[in-house]
């Protein structure tokens, strides 16, 4: 009995070590003893929650009337912001926005492990090696669903996390009214978990879900199946596969495939050699703000669309069959797609008339630092066509690199050529692409299209150390049509506040081939000192980047973009489209 009690004892220590309770740390238990309660936040970006603010429609497939979504939102527009963030502390932690109070810390129940050197207990080992656990951003939405506790349908704030490389599950919050986040009352604030256990087809949940409503009336969780999961024996097994999990499904803690969830399978990928689909960019093509249409790459270096278009799920398949583009040499594709209409050719004939704008590169495994394959950033139209190839593109150039800190890509290399897109006069193209001229330089962040430039940051890894963050990279920013330097200049060059012809653009030309003149840079290196960047965040005329390095807010680079570009022109992907950035 003496060794239950110390076993029981021990146990509760160990929770109220994880609830913040101190008194064990370096004594008592001997637990580990840490720089702050509050653990290291990674590839968690703080999501905001405050006033609803989504515009969702009434009628159609959306309740009308009293149960309208302007009347929750006029319901709840006084409530009490929140902000959530998941941590490598096992927690997604929701904060009030006015002071930072905790206000609920959630622990999903895949990452309890009894495990040596694993789960929860582990936090509190002395020998502790950091580790991954809650290392997603979440996604929030409102949405018009039952609960756990009420088989009635209405308007509700869910919250949909992630654990990225921490584990193989998402979990379901409802977070519609803050000051309901209370121990008390956990059994109605928690909605589902979906893991691993559920379906192995899914991976390491690394794929940022969307929220959306479908052509089925339903409102789904749409995600890519992540990485390394562990389904073997079925037919689908090792495939990329999209998941669109049913936020009122699982609500009985059972799950039922086709019912409760679905898996579209592309068919690439073995148990042999597994394979996984990326985070997706959902896409509603005709205005109506039901998801019809979904855009997602994988590590085989293919871009999968997804025809949701149906109001039967079973109909919900890969459209056209097989792949839209294949990259060259299967260049693995880990970021969403970003997706505008096309800014010239007419919809007519050409429907979706769609351009997708991603990089390719991958950073997620050991030894991944070390890899020098050459990677390329694509800009690809489609059409409605499939099959596409990097022989159907533009092949851009580098014209100079200057010094390590500029770069320049070719304005005129459309022209040369004599082509254009296709049904554009004599056209055949559908897009363009070029290699990144760095060895080891790749894209693992997503792009952002503003005022008809694209704008992303590559990565240079330079420590081959497993698990470094040591490197580089380059701030990127391209003709989203041509692929070509900027016309104008695009960003401030030499961080002078203000975006101008004189220290913003470059000389070209002169040499024969073309006529001398002006253009803005292309591309700007990140500060060294600044370690490796993060994803590009554009708010107003704003550019900012963090970077590895970065630890205060001072470190941020900002730079000034060109006022009179438009911020949200043309952009057509879900979360950008109906919600604000």
């Given at each position: 009995?003496?060794?239950?009690?110390?076993?029981v004892?021990?146990g509760?220590?160990?929770l109220?070590?994880?609830?913040g309770?101190?008194?064990?740390?370096?004594?008592?238990?001997?637990?580990?003893?840490?720089e702050?309660?509050?653990?290291?936040?990674i590839h968690?970006s703080?999501?905001?929650?405050?006033?609803?603010a989504m515009?969702?429609?009434?009628?159609g497939?959306?309740?009308?009337?009293?149960?309208?979504?302007?009347?929750?939102a006029?319901?709840?527009?006084?409530?009490?912001?929140i902000?959530?963030v998941?941590?490598?502390?096992?927690?997604?932690?929701?904060?009030?926005?006015e002071?930072g109070?905790?206000?609920?810390?959630?622990?999903?129940?895949n990452?309890?492990?009894t495990?040596?050197?694993?789960g929860?207990?582990?936090l509190t080992?002395?020998?502790?090696?950091h580790?991954y656990?809650?290392d997603?951003?979440p996604t929030v939405?409102?949405?018009y669903v039952?609960?756990r506790?009420?088989?009635?349908?209405e308007?509700?704030?869910?919250?949909?996390?992630i654990?990225?490389?921490?584990?193989?599950?998402?979990?379901?919050?409802?977070?519609?009214?803050p000051?309901?986040?209370?121990?008390?009352?956990?059994a109605n604030t928690?909605?589902?978990?979906f893991?691993s256990?559920?379906?192995?087809?899914l991976?390491h949940?690394?794929?940022?879900p969307?929220?959306?409503m479908?052509?089925n009336?339903?409102?789904?969780a749409?995600?890519?199946?992540?990485?390394?999961?562990?389904?073997?024996?079925?037919?689908?097994?090792?495939?990329?596969?999209?998941?669109?999990?049913?936020l009122?499904?699982?609500l009985?803690g059972?799950w039922?495939?086709?019912?409760?969830?679905?898996?579209?399978?592309?068919g690439?990928g073995s148990?042999?050699r597994?394979?996984g689909?990326?985070t997706?960019?959902?896409?509603?093509?005709d205005?109506?703000?039901?998801?019809?249409?979904?855009?997602?790459?994988?590590l085989?270096?293919n871009?999968?669309a997804?025809?949701?278009?149906?109001s039967?799920?079973?109909?919900?398949?890969?459209?056209?069959?097989?792949?839209?583009?294949?990259?060259?040499?299967?260049q693995?594709?880990?970021?969403?797609?970003?997706?505008?209409r096309h800014?010239?050719?007419?919809?007519?004939?050409?429907q979706p008339?769609l351009?997708l704008?991603?990089?390719?590169?991958q950073y997620i495994?050991?030894?991944?630092?070390t890899?020098?394959?050459v990677?390329?950033f694509y800009g690809?139209w489609d059409?409605?066509?499939s099959?596409?190839?990097?022989?159907?593109?533009?092949?851009?150039?580098?014209?100079?690199?200057?010094?390590?800190?500029?770069r320049?890509?070719?304005?005129?290399?459309w022209?040369?050529?004599k082509v254009d897109?296709?049904?554009?006069?004599?056209?055949d193209r559908?897009g363009?692409?070029f290699?990144?001229p760095?060895?080891?330089?790749?894209?693992?962040t997503?792009?952002?299209y503003?005022?008809?430039?694209?704008?992303?940051?590559?990565?240079?890894?330079?420590?081959?150390?497993?698990?470094?963050?040591?490197g580089?990279?380059w701030?990127?920013s391209?003709?989203?049509?041509?692929?070509g330097?900027p016309?104008?200049?695009g960003?401030?060059f030499?961080?002078?506040?203000?975006?101008?012809?004189?220290?913003?653009?470059?000389t070209?030309?002169?040499d024969?081939?073309i006529e001398?003149?002006?253009v803005?840079y292309s591309?700007?290196r990140?500060?060294?000192?600044?370690?490796?960047?993060g994803?590009?965040?554009?708010?107003?005329d704003?550019?900012y980047?963090?970077g590895?390095?970065?630890d205060?807010?001072?470190?941020?680079?900002?730079?000034a973009?060109d006022?009179?570009?438009?911020?949200?022109?043309?952009r057509?992907?879900?979360?950008?489209?109906?919600?604000?950035?």
């Open positions: 009995m003496g060794s239950v009690s110390i076993s004892d021990v509760k220590a160990r109220g070590y994880l609830r309770d101190r008194s064990h740390e370096g004594r008592g238990w001997g637990f580990r003893e840490r702050s309660l509050l653990g290291d936040i968690s703080a999501i905001h929650v405050g006033t609803p515009n969702w429609p009434s009628g497939v959306f309740p009308a009337g009293d149960a309208s979504y302007s009347r929750f006029r319901d709840h527009k006084d409530r009490r912001e902000v959530a998941g941590a490598n502390d096992g927690m997604l932690h929701i904060f009030a926005a002071d109070q905790e206000l609920l810390a959630y622990l999903p129940g990452l309890f492990s495990a040596k050197r694993e929860y207990h582990y080992d002395p020998d502790y090696a580790r656990y809650v997603g951003t939405s409102d949405v039952a609960s506790s009420s088989s009635n349908r308007w509700r704030t869910v919250l949909v996390g654990q990225g490389s921490g584990g193989k599950g998402i979990f379901a919050l409802d977070v519609t009214d000051e309901r986040l209370l121990e008390s009352n956990a928690v909605l589902w978990e893991t256990a559920d379906d192995p087809h991976g949940t690394l794929a940022r969307t929220i959306a479908l052509p009336g339903r409102w789904a749409i995600m890519g199946n992540g990485y390394e999961h562990s389904a073997t024996g079925t037919p689908t097994s090792g495939q990329s596969e999209l998941f669109v999990i049913f009122d499904g699982g009985d059972d039922t495939l086709g019912r409760d969830y679905l898996r579209i399978p592309t690439a148990v042999a597994r394979n689909l990326s997706p960019a959902v896409v509603d093509t205005g109506d703000q039901v998801a019809d249409r979904v855009y997602a790459g994988d085989f270096g871009v999968w997804f025809d949701l278009s149906s039967r799920s079973s109909d919900w398949k890969v459209a056209s069959g097989s792949a839209f583009f294949t990259t060259a040499n299967r693995p594709i880990m970021t969403k797609p970003e997706i505008i800014p010239q050719m007419p919809t007519s004939g050409n008339n351009m704008f991603f990089g390719t590169g495994v050991a030894g991944d630092n890899t020098t394959d990677q390329s690809v059409r409605g066509d099959g596409l190839k990097r022989d159907d593109l533009v092949e851009q150039v580098f014209l100079r690199e200057e010094s390590g800190a500029g320049v890509t070719d304005p005129d290399r022209q040369e050529l897109y296709k049904k554009a006069s004599t056209g559908y363009w692409y290699d990144l760095d060895k080891g330089e790749r894209v693992v997503d792009a952002r503003r005022g008809g430039l694209v704008f992303f940051n590559t990565l240079v890894p330079t420590d081959p150390r497993p698990c470094a963050a040591g580089t990279g701030m990127m391209v003709d989203a049509l041509t692929g330097a016309v104008a200049p960003f401030d030499d961080e002078n506040g203000v975006v101008q012809v004189e220290g913003d653009t470059t070209i030309g002169g024969g081939r001398k003149k002006s803005g591309g700007k990140y500060k060294p000192k600044n370690g490796v960047p994803g590009v965040s554009i708010i107003g704003k550019r980047t963090t590895s390095e970065t205060n807010a001072s470190k941020i680079v900002i730079e973009l006022p009179s570009q438009g911020q949200l022109e043309g057509m992907s879900w979360e950008q489209l109906w919600r604000n950035e």
